[in-house]
């Protein structure tokens, strides 16, 4: 299966985008609703970043 894209790159990416979200998540200044929108799109990150792991290492493809 061709990759259209560079997974180290993608991976790279999103990490950082997810580590963004933890060090804003740290601020005393948040109020709970920010909070835990803040914890809903980390989760959201984790979800994307194992889903482009799957796609990686071709596992959940029926073959």
């Not at 984790?46 to 792991?53: A, D, S």
Request: some cysteine; glycine content about 4%.
């Amino acid at each position: 299966m061709k990759q259209t894209y560079d997974y180290h790159a993608t991976k790279k990416y999103l990490e950082g985008k997810k580590q963004q979200l933890c060090n804003k998540l740290n601020s005393k200044q948040l109020s709970k609703k920010e909070r835990e929108q803040l914890k809903l799109e980390i989760d959201n990150y984790e979800y994307i970043l194992n889903l482009v792991e799957m796609n990686y290492y071709e596992r959940g493809f029926s073959r």
